[in-house]
């Protein structure tokens, strides 16, 4: 038995979309205090300490619900997906019922802006299972063993045929790549964005707005078109029988920018899309192959006979010839 070990590396990899989400709930609540009230905008330094605070207890909560599980002996990347949903949405809960957030979400959007962070934390526990990796469990003090026998047994190997799974977390975090490369796009605009502002003190909230507004909306629009193309992607390179990352990226590069390519022909303003939608497809593919990973190819299902005789090989004479019987 193996259980999931303790890694602070893989718990900053799995606190990256909790950062992400906070930055961009954070960004939304300081606008909105600019538009409704000037005078109580929080200083930069409050910021820092109220950001600072909700990814400690994100982390906290991240590891507890780690340890749970390793007491549980429970190693799965399905559970730690789960548990990270559920230890983001406490964690969100606790943060609206102290006041530990800048501002609390308007009425009637209290579950719904809770989404964000519980979808946040299953991608995170999913990472931390990624990339602690497994350790073996260590056996009891005072166990019986015999002579000439290991402590635990040998690490068990495969040789037969595999594939690459299909991976429901993989699907989602390669879809939210397109999400991830469009908000990247307005830091290299916002010098001639913040020029049109009259009022140069706000371009500072109008700089963390833009990219902000950005995530959320491409996040809409993206994500179902994204997993849809990433699931096809997998198959098509499943049916090719393909499974290095460099055969990912190659495969999901070529069907973006076809897929790009065929959108020009009915908008041809969406030419200029071709070359990003085939490095996004590309990064995309590999990102996939690089959190699913392979399993066994399975066996074929088994065979209903009523006739004993007719169990004969393809390759068998009796499947080319046909007796001749003489009808005089």
Same mark, same amino acid.
């Given at each position: #038995?193996?259980?999931?070990?303790?890694?602070?590396?893989?718990?900053?990899?799995?606190?990256?979309?909790?950062?992400?989400?906070? *930055?961009?709930? #954070?960004?939304?609540?300081?606008?909105?205090?600019?538009?409704?009230?000037?005078?109580?905008?929080?200083?930069?330094?409050?910021?820092?300490?109220?950001?600072?605070?909700? @990814?400690?207890?994100?982390?906290?909560?991240?590891?507890? =619900? /780690?340890? %749970?599980?390793?007491?549980?002996?429970?190693?799965?990347?399905?559970?730690?997906?789960?548990?990270?949903?559920? #230890?983001?949405?406490?964690?969100?809960?606790?943060?609206?019922?102290?006041?530990?957030?800048?501002?609390?979400? &308007?009425?009637? !959007?209290?579950?719904?802006? &809770?989404?964000?962070?519980?979808?946040?934390?299953?991608?995170? =526990?999913?990472?931390?299972?990624?990339?602690?990796?497994?350790?073996?469990?260590?056996?009891?003090?005072?166990?019986?063993?015999?002579?000439?026998?290991?402590?635990?047994?040998?690490?068990?190997?495969?040789?037969? $045929?595999?594939?690459?799974?299909?991976?429901?977390?993989?699907? !989602?975090?390669?879809?939210? @790549?397109?999400?991830?490369?469009?908000?990247?796009? $307005?830091?290299?605009?916002?010098?001639?964005? @913040?020029?049109?502002?009259?009022?140069?003190?706000?371009?500072?909230?109008? !700089?963390?707005?833009?990219?902000?507004?950005?995530?959320? %909306? +491409?996040?809409?629009?993206?994500?179902?078109?994204?997993?849809?193309? @990433?699931?096809?992607?997998?198959?098509?390179?499943?049916?090719?029988?393909?499974?290095?990352?460099?055969?990912?990226?190659?495969?999901?590069?070529?069907? *973006?920018? !076809?897929? *790009?390519?065929?959108? *020009?022909?009915?908008? $041809?303003?969406?030419?200029?899309?071709?070359?990003?939608?085939?490095?996004?497809?590309?990064? +995309?593919?590999?990102?996939?192959?690089?959190?699913?990973?392979?399993?066994?190819?399975?066996?074929?299902?088994?065979?209903?006979?009523?006739?004993?005789?007719?169990?004969?090989?393809?390759? /068998?004479?009796?499947?080319?010839? /046909?007796?001749?019987?003489?009808?005089?």
């Amino acid at each position: #038995m193996y259980l999931v070990k303790n890694s602070p590396r893989a718990l900053f990899a799995a606190l990256v979309p909790l950062a992400i989400v906070e *930055a961009v709930l #954070m960004v939304f609540a300081v606008a909105g205090g600019q538009v409704t009230d000037p005078e109580g905008v929080p200083s930069p330094d409050q910021i820092l300490i109220f950001y600072a605070g909700r @990814m400690a207890i994100n982390a906290a909560f991240l590891f507890a =619900g /780690h340890i %749970v599980l390793r007491q549980w002996t429970i190693s799965s990347r399905l559970a730690y997906g789960l548990m990270g949903g559920v #230890m983001a949405a406490a964690s969100y809960g606790i943060a609206i019922r102290n006041h530990l957030q800048l501002a609390a979400p &308007g009425d009637g !959007a209290v579950v719904t802006m &809770g989404l964000l962070p519980t979808i946040a934390g299953m991608i995170g =526990g999913f990472l931390y299972g990624q990339f602690a990796g497994l350790s073996p469990v260590a056996v009891a003090a005072g166990t019986p063993s015999r002579a000439n026998e290991p402590a635990m047994p040998p690490p068990l190997v495969f040789d037969g $045929p595999v594939r690459v799974r299909t991976s429901v977390a993989g699907i !989602a975090i390669a879809a939210l @790549m397109p999400t991830v490369l469009a908000t990247l796009l $307005p830091y290299t605009l916002l010098p001639l964005l @913040m020029n049109g502002f009259a009022d140069k003190s706000t371009a500072h909230i109008f !700089a963390a707005v833009i990219p902000a507004q950005t995530f959320l %909306v +491409m996040l809409v629009i993206s994500v179902i078109p994204a997993t849809i193309f @990433m699931i096809c992607v997998h198959h098509v390179a499943r049916a090719m029988d393909r499974r290095s990352a460099w055969q990912y990226a190659a495969i999901g590069g070529v069907a *973006a920018f !076809a897929c *790009a390519l065929l959108l *020009a022909f009915a908008v $041809p303003l969406l030419a200029v899309l071709t070359v990003p939608a085939a490095f996004c497809g590309a990064v +995309m593919g590999a990102l996939y192959r690089r959190f699913a990973g392979l399993e066994p190819l399975p066996l074929p299902e088994a065979v209903i006979a009523t006739d004993p005789n007719a169990l004969v090989g393809a390759d /068998h004479p009796s499947r080319h010839r /046909h007796g001749v019987i003489l009808n005089n």
